[in-house]
């Protein structure tokens, strides 16, 4: 599976402030760029996901910033609140060729949220 | 999304046993994927498992370790066999819908420990 570097590994962010974490991949064939949220004890949850045919995406405090020469992603939480203290994790897939819509996930970022 | 259910939920195993984890989804689903997550790590996937077809592992994965059974559209399961205290881990289901392969929802996982 190709890669996709994650950073930071951990980011603290005051209450109202801005969070934002970045993705970076090198398979050219990913096509489809989910952000899962995890919590202590729980599943990855899909919280939004972006197709390179946009360069931006947002529902509500979340938004997803793409730049396709780059190869580079990035989510941005506005506002950010104590209760966006979790773990996120970017992934990528691709519709094409073997392993399709296979995730290949970063290494995660832990974000606490301080009040 | 889809609602993904797993049993167990959290399990302590001797060394040299086998675990079967069960994944049901509350609809009909196309594509179903295994991760396994150490803690406080990223997903790795483990294997695919589409009805009608013998699972596709990935690289460092192999069935005689981790058999895993698709007898139908909402139900797989996955065996761990001949564990080690290396394979405690957390286990994680997930599913692609059908015509939606880009979403993928996971269930809660299964932690296990091996002693």
């Known amino acids: 599976q190709q890669q996709v570097k994650q950073s930071p590994q951990s980011l603290i962010v005051q209450k109202g402030g801005i969070s934002i974490i970045n993705c970076a991949y090198e398979?050219?064939?990913?096509?489809?760029f989910p952000w899962y949220q995890q919590f202590p004890g729980k599943g990855p949850a899909l919280l939004i996901a972006i197709r390179p045919d946009v360069s931006e995406k947002k529902e509500g405090r979340f938004t997803i910033s793409f730049n396709k020469s780059a190869k580079q992603f990035s989510l941005h939480i506005m506002d950010s609140q104590p209760g966006d203290s979790a773990t996120y994790f970017c992934?990528?897939?691709?519709?094409?060729?073997?392993?399709?819509?296979?995730?290949?996930f970063g290494k995660g970022t832990k974000l606490s949220v301080i009040p | 999304s889809a609602v993904i259910s797993q049993k167990p939920s959290r399990d302590i195993c001797q060394r040299g046993t086998s675990l079967t984890i069960q994944c049901q989804v509350d609809?009909?689903?196309?594509?179903m994927f295994w991760y396994r997550q150490q803690p406080g790590q990223s997903l790795t996937l483990i294997a695919t498992?589409?009805?009608?077809?013998?699972?596709?592992?990935e690289s460092g994965f192999v069935i005689d370790k981790f058999p895993i059974s698709r007898p139908n559209l909402t139900f797989s399961t996955l065996t761990v066999s001949n564990m080690s205290p290396e394979d405690s881990s957390i286990y994680l289901c997930?599913?692609?819908?059908?015509?939606?392969?880009?979403?993928?929802?996971f269930g809660p996982g299964t932690r296990l420990t091996v002693t």
């Open positions: 498992a589409n009805q009608g077809s013998e699972a596709t592992y």
């Open positions: 992934a990528a897939s691709t519709a094409s060729g073997a392993g399709s819509y296979q995730l290949t």
């Open positions: 609809s009909q689903v196309t594509m």
């Open positions: 398979n050219t064939a990913f096509d489809y």
């Open positions: 997930s599913v692609a819908r059908q015509g939606v392969f880009y979403e993928q929802y």
